[in-house]
T-cell receptor
Framework: DVKVTQSSRYLVKRTGEKVFLECVQDMDHENMFWYRQDPGLGLRLIYFSYDVKMKEKGDIPEGYSVSREKKERFSLILESASTNQTSMYLC???????????FGQGTRLTVV | DAKTTQPPSMDCAEGRAANLPCNHSTISGNEYVYWYRQIHSQGPQYIIHGLKNNETNEMASLIITEDRKSSTLILPHATLRDTAVYYCIVRVGAGNNRKLIWGLGTSLAVNP
């Protein structure tokens, strides 16, 4: 079974902190994604990566950055966390040419 | 971007077929339709996808109308574990600009 693992299920951080969300996939997938999910807004794409060291902005990249130094790992970085970044964050991966992505369990981030 | 429209909620009796409709009237010729579901507090799970032809796998069947303006996901024998939010999603773009457009989904309640 494909496994996408996010480092934390729940996280509480303070305003202004730098926050790292880690995601690892074990199926050698080329594509990896970061989404956030908010009530009434659905899933929104933050960033995606189709190869090591490559990244593309999604629909809401402001306030976020990403890093993909190894194929299996995709990190989402909140440079200076703010309360409006309180959300469920979902990581996903898929193989090249096929967009039936596999998702991790999500990280519920609360910024206080 | 093409968008999808789904009823916000539906009910189904356990053991009966659940038919979940989706309208994607603005879809263009090379855009795929994907279905995912999300059980409470978990990441979305891929179900099935299609372009023009009807598709079936071990989880569900996907019926796409000839004009491709709508589709129906069929769970042939719904169980209580099928209670979830079901998302009908369109893949748009090409190359490295491909992405999935997520709506708010249909909350399916399977009742005993």
């Amino acid at each position: 079974d494909v496994k996408v693992t996010q480092s934390s299920r729940y996280l509480v951080k303070r305003t202004g902190e730098k926050v790292f969300l880690e995601c690892v996939q074990d199926m050698d997938h080329e594509n990896m994604f970061w989404y956030r999910q908010d009530p009434g807004l659905g899933l929104r794409l933050i960033y995606f990566s189709y190869d090591v060291k490559m990244k593309e902005k999604g629909d809401i990249p402001e306030g976020y950055s990403v890093s993909r130094e190894k194929k299996e790992r995709f990190s989402l970085i909140l440079e200076s966390a703010s309360t409006n970044q309180t959300s469920m964050y979902l990581c996903a991966s898929s193989q090249e040419g096929w967009w039936g992505a596999f998702f991790g369990q999500g990280t519920r981030l609360t910024v206080v | 971007d093409a968008k999808t429209t789904q009823p916000p909620s539906m009910d189904c009796a356990e053991g009966r077929a659940a038919n979940l409709p989706c309208n994607h009237s603005t879809i263009s010729g090379n855009e795929y339709v994907y279905w995912y579901r999300q059980i409470h507090s978990q990441g979305p799970q891929y179900i099935i996808h299609g372009l023009k032809n009807n598709e079936t796998n071990e989880m569900a069947s996907l019926i796409i109308t000839e004009d491709r303006k709508s589709s129906t996901l069929i769970l042939p024998h719904a169980t209580l574990r099928d209670t979830a939010v079901y998302y009908c999603i369109v893949r748009v773009g090409a190359g490295n600009n491909r992405k999935l457009i997520w709506g708010l989904g249909t909350s399916l309640a399977v009742n005993p």
